[in-house]
């Protein structure tokens, strides 16, 4: 009797558990992304609503402010609106998306097309029109790319190896040959454009820039350099500095980041090994050294902390990177570890701290856009949404079981 009642009590709470996961008490798994995607949705219909044309793309708004400051077609910024809206539509699978990802993306194709200026024509174009052309196959767009890269190709160095990040910083700041971590996020495009008609040879400059940032941006820890200068004739190695970050030595949380998703995603285009273990270690140091509630402080090393701000934007660029290191390599144990790292970046970043809310119409609050400068300090700002969104997109594929090459192309 006794053994029949312990069988019987077994069953009811095996009962208790099916009902309790069909009748839904238990989070389905995709939770994190969906509920969260569908404020991203909901908060981007009421900034598409304040936005007073298709020539304004919100840029950022200040601590304090509820209205959006708006960037125009040309600046650096200016591809993360119509990405998330391209985003949004891929989300949603709602033709009103696409005709307003549409409308934001059109007024840049002139200006993309047109002699690169800086490193930014990958972030201008690849965010924008990239999204569109792999959401639609326009062919508009698949030249508008192929242009753009010509136009960024312009900038590389090959005494150097790299490409100007800055030409406007040659004469101001006495930085002959210029590079920032920031700009390995725009070898994408270039990979891209070798794959889908380009030339060739910008798959080999793209590579050649990741190796030589690979050598040359690195301290002996794996934090990042923000910029190196280098000898625009001969390729000699200057000095390494900040223009972002506290100091020319600490770590920039923002570069920090930029350098996980870079280097991650040359792995993924090149298949190159030490693509990998750069991405690997740059990770490694920036998740050692993260804050218990995993959102960075602006700088790893300013001297304020815990009275620094925080930069919501690293922690979304670095969970978005994240998601993807964790499909790369074949140690199992590194790939659970990161991608459960991003995961509990996601779930700080979508917190009632973090969230913005009732108190703008962004996704995120307590990024920090340029602190030397004293601008867009704790804000909310339009690449911080950017790759957040990006973020859930790819978590919600992951946990389908959509393939790789489907989730990062």
Known sequence: ?????????????????????????????????????????????????????????????????????????????????????????????????????ENFTNPIIPRATGHARSHDVGFMTYCSIGNGYRLTGNPEYRHALLQAADSLSALFNPSVGTFLSWPN??????????????????????????????????????????????????????????????????????????????????????????????????????????????????????????PEDMIPYWDFDAPAIPAEPRDASAAAIAASALLELSTRGSDKEKSEYYRISAEKILKALSSPEYQSRDANTSFLLHSTGHWPNGSEIDASIIYADYYYLEALIRLKKLKSGVSQAEIFN
Request: aromatic share 14%.
């Open 1 to 101: 009797m006794e053994s029949r009642g312990k069988i019987k009590t077994i069953q009811i709470q095996a009962i208790l558990i099916s009902l309790l996961i069909f009748t839904g008490c238990r989070p389905p798994e995709n939770d994190i992304a969906d509920s969260n995607l569908d404020y991203c949705v909901l908060q981007a219909k009421k900034t598409v609503q304040l936005t007073p044309d298709y020539t304004h793309l919100p840029n950022n708004v200040n601590s304090g402010e509820t209205e959006w400051h708006f960037s125009r077609p040309g600046s650096w910024t200016c591809g993360f609106w119509p990405g998330i809206l391209w985003y949004i539509y891929e989300y949603t699978k709602d033709d009103y998306w696409k005709k307003e990802a």
């Open 169 to 290: 910083m040659v004469k101001r700041m006495d930085w002959p040959h210029n590079t920032i971590i920031d700009n390995m996020m725009n070898l994408e495009l270039l990979f891209w454009a070798a794959k889908n008609g380009g030339d060739k040879r910008l798959y080999e400059i793209a590579r050649k820039h990741a190796e030589t940032t690979m050598n040359c941006h690195f301290r002996a820890d794996y934090s990042a350099y923000h910029v190196i200068v280098y000898d625009d004739r001969t390729g000699a190695y200057i000095k390494g500095v900040t223009h972002q970050g506290y100091a020319d030595e600490t770590m920039w949380a923002r570069g920090q980041a930029w350098a996980i998703y870079g280097f991650t995603m040359s792995y993924r285009e090149t298949k190159d090994n030490r693509f990998l273990e750069t991405a690997q270690k740059a990770a490694d140091l920036y998740l050692r050294r993260l």
